[in-house]
């Protein structure tokens, strides 16, 4: 996981909010870790500058924070909002 220039506030028009909780639901990457499918974590930071095609403000590569103290990246298409009754 790269980072160049993490922004660690909530930029408008991205796609969750900084300490939203989302749960990984996959990707058809190759590149995907399926460790990470079906875990809940928190939005941690939005990256715009590693080089992954990333387009400024919508489609940052996405940094959740999980329980066990892992920190991974992901797209939007790979994470949904994790909403509690």
């Not at 506030?9 to 990457?29: E, K, L, T, W, Y």
């Not at 930071?45 to 489609?59: A, L, S």
Request: charged share 25%; with cysteine.
């Amino acid at each position: 996981m790269a980072q160049a220039n993490p922004i660690h506030q909530d930029v408008m028009g991205a796609p969750f909010n900084i300490g939203a909780m989302v749960r990984v639901i996959g990707s058809g990457d190759e590149t995907f870790d399926e460790r990470f499918l079906d875990k809940v974590g928190q939005v941690e930071y939005y990256e715009y500058e590693c080089g992954c095609g990333q387009i400024f403000p919508e489609q940052p590569m996405i940094g959740v924070r999980f329980s066990t103290g892992e920190l991974e990246e992901f797209w939007e298409e790979e994470l949904i909002r994790e909403v509690y009754n």
